[in-house]
């Protein structure tokens, strides 16, 4: 069946780096992926909708230029955390429909991010 | 506005209990989609269902079941006698027709006790 990974699975870094997350569909073409952030004991909140070929649409409260997203191909979708803080550390998790078909969405084991 | 309410955080059952999990969605969709997730501690989602709006037919899939009712909004998640296994927070989700976005209940824990 369908599959999302993510690389790397957990990232440690110091605070004011950058880290990239990188989300690839396998076997399948996604012109649209989700990236959602999940804090500890919460759910999961959708940050933003990439889209291939075009900007990310970003939901309200997510600073666009501190999740910065490229969605460079059709089966690989970044997110680039820049001057990375402690409070974002958390897990991010990525999801991916294939095309035309909405109701099939497949989500990546997730990243989890500490930031010291 | 989409919205999808669990309001159990966290539940406690005996092994072998039955259990059920609520879920209240809101959304002026005409068609639209509900999901029932699971998360075990490592974090990776296990998709349990899919139900699209114009099905109403309740779900059974060995000892999970799942009752839909358009008429009261609600998708709600039934373990029948519940495992140790079974233990993991329960995600109950919603997708509109406008865009693939799901939106998240806020989960519900679920401690199953030998």
């Known amino acids: 069946g369908a599959v999302v990974s993510q690389h790397p699975s957990w990232v440690i870094c110091k605070s004011g780096t950058s880290v990239k997350i990188e989300c690839r569909s396998l076997?399948?073409?996604?012109?649209?992926m989700f990236w959602y952030r999940q804090f500890p004991k919460q759910s999961l909140m959708l940050m933003a909708t990439?889209?291939?070929?075009?900007?990310?649409?970003?939901e309200q409260g997510v600073e666009k230029d501190k999740f910065l997203i490229n969605h460079a191909s059709l089966t690989l979708s970044t997110l680039t955390v820049t001057s990375a803080h402690p409070e974002d550390s958390s897990f991010y998790i990525c999801?991916?429909?294939?095309?035309?078909?909405?109701?099939?969405?497949?989500f990546g084991p997730g990243t989890r991010l500490t930031v010291l | 506005a989409q919205k999808v309410t669990q309001a159990q955080t966290e539940i406690s059952v005996v092994e072998k209990e039955d259990v059920t999990l609520d879920c209240v969605y809101e959304?002026?969709?005409?068609?639209?989609?509900l999901f029932w997730y699971k998360q075990p501690p490592s974090g990776e989602l296990v998709f349990l269902i899919r139900?699209?709006?114009?099905?109403?037919q309740n779900e059974i899939s060995g000892r999970y079941s799942w009752n839909f009712q358009k008429s009261t909004s609600s998708f709600n998640f039934t373990i029948t006698a519940s495992q140790v296994v079974d233990s993991a927070v329960y995600f109950c989700?919603?997708?509109?027709?406008?865009?693939?976005?799901?939106?998240f209940g806020k989960g519900t824990r679920l401690h199953i006790l030998p």
């Open positions: 999801s991916a429909p294939i095309s035309g078909t909405p109701d099939t969405q497949y």
């Open positions: 989700a919603l997708s509109g027709n406008r865009d693939d976005k799901i939106i």
């Open positions: 959304t002026r969709d005409t068609t639209y989609y």
């Open positions: 990439s889209n291939e070929g075009s900007k990310a649409t970003y």
């Open positions: 076997d399948f073409q996604a012109t649209t």
């Open positions: 139900r699209n709006s114009f099905d109403e």
